[in-house]
C-alpha cells in the first residue's frame, strides 16, 4: 500500500534513506517485510536517485504501508533521515540504509528491550557483508546492556553498532535536533554520543544486520578534508566534555579524538588522496603526534581489520607507511 501523506501516529517507523541503490534496494525493502514483528509504516526517502532505484522500491509488493518521499534535490543523508523522521508520527523510529539489511527478528529484539529495559535508544551488533560473503563484526560487547563508556566503544574501527541496527524514541530523536544537517561525516556518531550523554544506549550484542561493505566501505574514502576537520572540530569545541564524569571517560575522549584523526589519515592513504593526507598531515600537531606515532596507530587500525579487508588493501598499506616516512 502506497500512502500520499502521514496523518497517523504509529507504533514503529521505518526510515529508508535511498540513493542510486537499485541493486540493493530490494533486499533492504523486503527484510523489512519479512520482520517478526510489523512495522505501522514504512518510509523510503529517494534523495534525487539517479538510478532506478527508485522505480524498483515502488514496484514491491509488501504488506506494509509505504510513503514515498521525492526530494527535489541531493541534500544528504543526514537532512534525509531528518525529512523522513519529521514525516511521521511515531513512538519508536529505526534507521535502515538502502544497501543494509535486517535479520527478521531485528524490530522485535529491539522494541522488547526498549520496553523491558525502560529505554530510549537501543542497537544491536551486526554482520559485515561483502558480496554473498558474512563476517561478524566481532566487537567487545559481550553481553546485553547499557554501554558504559561511549568513547572507548568508538574508538576501534569496529564500531559497536551502525545507523542500520539503531531503533529509538522519536521524542529523544526530535529533543536532540535529530542529524547534524551542517555536517556529512560521522553525523550519526555526534547524534549517537548526545543520546548516550542524555539517557543511555542499550545493546545488543547479538548481530540482527547485516551491513554492507560493498558499497560502504568507500563512504570514508570519499569524504573530502574539510569533511573530518568538521567532525573533528565538532568533538573538540561543541561536545559538552564536562559532562563525562570520570578520568577514563576522559581518556577515552582523548583516545577518540586520536584514532578518529588517524582512520581518516588511513582513508586518505586507501583512496591514494595524497594532497588530502599531506593536509591531515599538518594536523598532527594539533594533536602533538609525531610520524611515528601515527605510524604506530596505522598498524594498530590495520592489525584489528578483517583478513580479507588487509589483503585486499595491502598494496595501499604500503603507499601510507612510504609517505610517513617522507615526513
Known amino acids: 500500500m502506497i500512502l500520499s501523506s502521514a496523518d497517523h501516529t504509529y507504533k514503529i517507523a521505518v526510515i529508508v534513506t535511498l540513493y542510486n541503490k537499485e541493486l540493493e534496494i530490494s533486499r533492504c525493502i523486503y527484510s523489512v517485510a519479512i520482520q517478526s514483528l510489523k512495522p505501522d509504516i514504512l518510509v523510503i526517502v529517494d534523495d534525487k536517485s539517479t538510478d532506478n532505484g527508485l522505480k524498483i522500491a515502488k514496484s514491491l509488493k509488501i504488506d506494509i504501508p509505504v510513503l ?81 563508556d561511549f568513547f572507548a566503544s568508538f574508538s576501534s574501527i569496529r564500531l559497536p553498532f551502525v545507523t542500520s541496527s539503531v531503533c529509538m524514541r522519536q521524542d529523544l530523536f526530535k529533543f536532540l535536533g535529530g542529524f547534524k544537517k551542517e555536517i556529512s561525516l560521522g553525523e550519526d556518531i555526534i547524534l549517537w554520543s548526545s543520546a548516550w550523554q542524555f539517557g543511555g544506549i542499550f545493546l545488543i550484542k547479538e548481530p540482527l544486520v547485516c551491513y554492507s561493505l560493498d558499497a560502504n566501505s568507500s563512504q570514508v574514502r570519499r569524504s573530502s578534508y574539510a569533511d573530518i576537520v568538521s567532525f573533528l572540530d565538532y568533538f573538540r569545541c561543541s561536545f559538552d566534555v564536562s559532562s563525562l564524569r570520570t578520568d577514563k571517560e576522559l581518556s577515552s575522549y582523548n583516545s577518540f579524538l586520536v584514532k578518529t584523526y588517524v582512520r581518516a589519515c588511513l582513508g586518505a592513504a586507501l583512496s591514494s588522496k595524497r594532497r588530502e593526507f599531506d593536509k591531515l598531515m599538518e594536523l598532527r600537531i594539533d594533536f602533538c603526534l609525531s610520524p611515528t606515532t601515527i605510524l604506530f596507530w596505522l598498524y594498530w587500525s590495520l592489525s584489528i581489520l578483517p583478513n580479507f579487508l588487509r589483503v585486499r588493501f595491502a598494496n595501499f598499506i604500503l603507499r601510507c607507511i612510504r609517505c610517513l616516512r617522507k615526513i
Not at 514515498?68 to 511515531?90: D, K, L
Not at 522485535?108 to 551486526?126: G, P, R
Open 68 to 148: 514515498f518521499i521525492e526530494n527535489s534535490e541531493n541534500v544528504g543523508p543526514s537532512i534525509a533521515r531528518n525529512i523522513g523522521v519529521n514525516s511521521v508520527s511515531a513512538e519508536y523510529i529505526a534507521f535502515l540504509d538502502a544497501d543494509d539489511y535486517w535479520l527478521p527478528n531485528f524490530l522485535e529484539e529491539v522494541v522488547l528491550n526498549l520496553k523491558h529495559e525502560n529505554a530510549s535508544f537501543c542497537a544491536t551488533s551486526y554482520f559485515y557483508c561483502y558480496g554473498d560473503e558474512r563476517f561478524l563484526s566481532k566487537t567487545d560487547v559481550t553481553e546485553n546492556g547499557f554501554i558504559d
